[in-house]
């Protein structure tokens, strides 16, 4: 969930971080405006601050394009970084969190033997990562991957895995990205295609708040 969308190509008002939020990437201090290509984070800071201006909002970003589950396991590589970036941004600081982001899945289509396991391992990857930051509150807000047939063989597998995850993993809520505009790659969204993923991403934590508070 790196994203590939142009920030030069953005709206100006998008461009200027909230004085409510505070942004990390790979666990340093930074401005969202930073970033010269962005994903669903720009247009999620933006709903969610317009939304709960009240709320002090911390957005930890780590992502690594291109990769599958077996990177991500407990044991991997980048799950050991995602922990060591969580704890480098909240060190010192009295932080809840409110909600995790995942769009992954791409790279586990590329083979039916690994998605055949991808079910299997987006449980365990939620249960450890709740386990980790010592939560089981934050709801896992997911997009469901939409890669070209050609070359995903796995495609409706990890599709379908997602969709039952959504009914079989507490807590969770999976984010359509049906009709977001794609760059000429077809399988990375362009820069609407990621402002249009934000707000659907924000769309389903202030739908799952309103769930939680009853409201």
């Not at 990390?24 to 720009?42: K, V």
């Not at 379908?160 to 505009?181: F, H, R, W, Y």
């Given at each position: ?90 060190d010192g600081k009295s932080v809840e969190f409110a ?5 992954g899945g791409a790279g586990d289509a590329r083979s ?104």
């Open positions: 969930m790196d994203g590939r969308g142009n920030l030069s190509k953005t709206p100006e008002a998008l461009k200027t971080q909230s004085t409510n939020t505070e942004f990390y990437l790979y666990g340093e201090p930074a401005q969202i405006s930073d970033q010269t290509t962005f994903g669903p984070e720009l247009t999620f800071s933006d709903e969610i601050t317009k939304n709960l201006p009240q709320q002090k909002i911390m957005l930890i970003k780590y992502a690594v394009s291109g990769t599958s589950f077996a990177a991500w396991s407990p044991d991997g590589t980048q799950y050991k970084d995602l922990l060591s970036y969580i704890k480098k941004a909240t909600s995790v982001l995942w769009y039916s033997a690994t998605a055949v396991q991808y079910s299997e391992n987006l449980r365990k990857f939620v249960e450890k990562l709740r386990t980790d930051i010592g939560s089981d509150k934050p709801p896992f807000i997911f997009g469901q991957i939409d890669p070209p047939t050609d070359g995903y063989p796995g495609r409706e597998q990890v599709r379908n895995a997602q969709a039952m995850a959504e009914q079989t993993i507490p807590n969770a809520k999976m984010v359509s990205t049906d009709g977001l505009s794609k760059l000429a790659d077809n399988l990375h969204h362009d820069t609407d295609g990621q402002l249009e993923l934000g707000r659907r991403y924000a769309q389903a934590y202030l739908q799952l708040s309103k769930q939680g508070s009853g409201k």
